[in-house]
């Protein structure tokens, strides 16, 4: 019955209730016993506003105690521990860390050299 009424839109109950709004309007075919009509609603019309100004303030705000920032700490690159660098013939720089598996960089060095 709430789809009915000029408050909401039918969709808009669906919505509310999560259901379809196809199985909403099913219901109303049924209750209403033939094809729906589109339901009058009232015109939209704009809330009256009444604006006033801001009486004065009697006694100014206490200034809250700023807190000192602390300037951020420079940023110190992490060095994973046990950090290798290679520097190869042509230029090349390979940098690897103590968790590097040898078969993986025996491979990677091999594959650098042109073996």
Known sequence: M?????????????????ISSGLLYTWRHQILGGP????????????????????PRLEAPEPKPQQPIAPPDPAV???PEGLIEIVLSDGVTLRVDGGVNQHALRRVLDAMAGR
């Open 2 to 18: 709430e789809s009915l009424g000029p408050e909401l839109t039918p969709t808009e109950v669906a919505r509310k209730y999560a």
């Open 36 to 55: 729906m009509t589109r339901l009058a609603r009232s015109t939209p019309s704009f809330a009256q506003v009444e604006l006033r100004p801001e009486p």
């Open 77 to 79: 690159p992490v060095r």
